[in-house]
């Protein structure tokens, strides 16, 4: 079995790998996506104007944790680096209730964009580089999946 290259002594490091899920064999990012429940369920249970502070606090850091953990093993955007689908994953269930519905939706609209990248994403992906260029295109991803989750779950409460 081939090492990792990170350095799960370091915060940073395990942060960014998602408490480790971004370690799983096959598709860590859908792991990592996994792994924001806890969050997710969380910034459910604080007012939307909170949550959202706590998402653009969230997104600032991980800026900076895939743009150290990119540096410190020589690769940027490793598969394994699963704080932007965190982050990204959070930011599709912003204001929207915590049930497995809309849950189960969110995972698949987010999945969905994040795998195939459409524009505008695929532009983010290919164009930033560094921690930004980590981030953006999951926070484009979840802002994407968030309109299309808040058009199909807002309809439903008039």
Known sequence: MKAHPFLLHKWQHWLALGFGSGLAPKAPGTFGTLAALPLVW???LISPLWAGVAIVAAAL???YLC???SRDIGAED???IVF???VGFAITLWAVPFNL???LLAFVLFRLLDILKPWPIRWFDRNLHGGLGVMM???VA?????LLLHSVWLPLQL
């Not at 979840?142 to 968030?146: Q, T």
């Open 42 to 44: 969380l910034l459910a």
């Open 61 to 63: 850091l991980g800026v």
């Open 67 to 69: 743009e150290v953990v």
């Open 78 to 80: 490793h598969g394994a």
């Open 84 to 86: 932007d689908e965190i």
């Open 101 to 103: 519905q809309n849950v």
């Open 137 to 139: 295109d999951d926070i």
């Open 142 to 146: 979840g802002v994407l999946a968030c």
